[in-house]
């Protein structure tokens, strides 16, 4: 008996091929998706819309008495919700006191994804986290 030695035929490897960078281009999707930091500003806008803020602040952070509430102190952080979210980094986090603006090119990524964990640990707890945790 013979072996067949003939490998793939040339429909094959481009179906193979075709195949291989389908997978690839989702993959790099989901990646982009999850990871950009325009998807991380999204998801910071979409906890921060559904949150119950306490407060009223001007945009630096300092609280006022009039006004919608539309900030929460968090132990790291006091957020501001508005047309442009903000918050006050606090030295507790770390580093030195900075207002940071959310808004694209304007703050690392590590700070979006920071604020939103603080703002779900808040929402899921009812407390702040405690100062030190997310170093």
């Given at each position: 008996?013979?072996?067949?030695?003939?490998?793939?035929?040339?429909?094959?490897?481009?179906?193979r091929l075709g195949t291989l960078l389908a997978v690839t281009a989702i993959g790099g999707y989901?990646?982009?998706?999850?990871?950009?930091?325009?998807?991380?500003?999204?998801?910071?806008?979409?906890?921060?819309?559904?949150?119950?803020?306490?407060?009223?602040?001007?945009v630096e952070g300092r609280p006022v008495?009039?006004?919608?509430?539309?900030?929460?102190?968090?132990?790291h952080y006091v957020f501001v919700y508005g047309p442009v979210m903000?918050?006050?980094?606090?030295?507790?986090?770390?580093?030195?006191?900075k207002i940071l603006f959310f808004e694209k090119g304007e703050?690392?990524?590590?700070?979006?994804?920071?604020?939103e964990k603080l703002l779900r640990f808040r929402e899921q707890n009812g407390t702040n986290s405690p100062c030190g945790l997310y170093r």
């Open positions: 008996m013979q072996a067949d030695d003939s490998g793939p035929t040339l429909a094959q490897g481009l179906v989901f990646l982009w998706s999850l990871f950009s930091e325009n998807a991380a500003l999204k998801r910071l806008a979409t906890t921060a819309k559904n949150f119950r803020y306490t407060q009223s602040c001007d008495s009039s006004g919608v509430s539309n900030c929460i102190d968090l132990n903000t918050a006050l980094r606090r030295d507790c986090t770390g580093k030195p006191e703050v690392a990524r590590t700070e979006i994804n920071r604020v």
